[in-house]
């Protein structure tokens, strides 16, 4: 498929058609925060369930944290394969605790982090228009966590930091 093919879709998906651009999700970054903002929701969210469950089997999360310096010091390929990384182990986390979590709130809670990180995954895995195997050398740094609110928390980290910086550097280098 046409490497913006993805990103199209997801416009007339999210956005109303007038606003229908493929340039704006990078160059306006109301769609960043509107990200931010759904994350932010969704971690309060299922920490408001009640009795959700301590993972017998730990989710594995990457450690998002990232150095400012270093980050702006990566080409632009080299922070999507770590954001893409990154997503790849989330969506495989959120994958593991859906088959532990069967109280209603966190499974709903669940099932829309699910939802969204494979969306921002294949979003990025179309982004430059390679459709090569950026799961080579792919080793997040990672930890492991038995607590749901985890992986709400790592996911809102990592789009309000490397994914949240990744779009404004876009943005400075693709939108005048």
């Given at each position: 498929?046409?490497?913006?093919?993805?990103?199209?879709?997801?416009?007339?998906?999210?956005?109303?058609?007038g606003n229908a651009s493929p340039t704006?999700?990078?160059?306006?970054?109301?769609?960043?925060?509107?990200?931010?903002?759904?994350?932010?929701?969704?971690?309060?969210?299922?920490?408001?369930?009640?009795?959700?469950?301590?993972?017998?089997?730990?989710?594995?999360?990457?450690?998002?944290?990232?150095?400012?310096?270093?980050?702006?010091?990566?080409?632009?390929?080299?922070?999507?394969?770590?954001?893409?990384?990154?997503?790849?182990?989330?969506?495989?986390?959120?994958?593991?605790?859906?088959?532990?979590?069967?109280?209603?709130?966190?499974?709903?809670?669940?099932?829309?982090?699910?939802?969204?990180?494979?969306?921002?995954?294949?979003?990025?895995?179309?982004?430059?228009?390679?459709?090569?195997?950026w799961e080579a050398g792919c080793s997040?740094?990672?930890?492991?966590?038995?607590?749901?609110?985890?992986?709400?928390?790592?996911?809102?980290?990592?789009?309000?930091?490397?994914?949240?910086?990744?779009?404004?550097?876009?943005?400075?280098?693709?939108?005048?």
């Amino acid at each position: 498929s046409p490497p913006g093919l993805l990103l199209l879709t997801s416009f007339l998906l999210h956005f109303e058609e007038g606003n229908a651009s493929p340039t704006r999700l990078i160059c306006d970054n109301r769609h960043i925060q509107k990200y931010i903002e759904e994350a932010k929701d969704m971690e309060k969210r299922v920490g408001q369930c009640q009795a959700l469950p301590t993972l017998s089997c730990p989710a594995v999360l990457p450690l998002v944290d990232f150095s400012l310096q270093q980050w702006k010091s990566k080409s632009n390929e080299a922070k999507r394969r770590e954001i893409l990384c990154d997503l790849a182990l989330l969506v495989g986390a959120v994958a593991g605790a859906q088959g532990q979590v069967t109280e209603e709130c966190g499974a709903w809670q669940l099932s829309q982090l699910y939802q969204r990180t494979n969306f921002l995954l294949r979003l990025l895995q179309n982004f430059s228009g390679e459709e090569g195997p950026w799961e080579a050398g792919c080793s997040p740094h990672s930890m492991e966590q038995t607590h749901v609110t985890s992986i709400f928390l790592t996911y809102r980290q990592l789009v309000q930091g490397k994914l949240s910086f990744f779009f404004h550097g876009l943005a400075k280098d693709s939108c005048k």
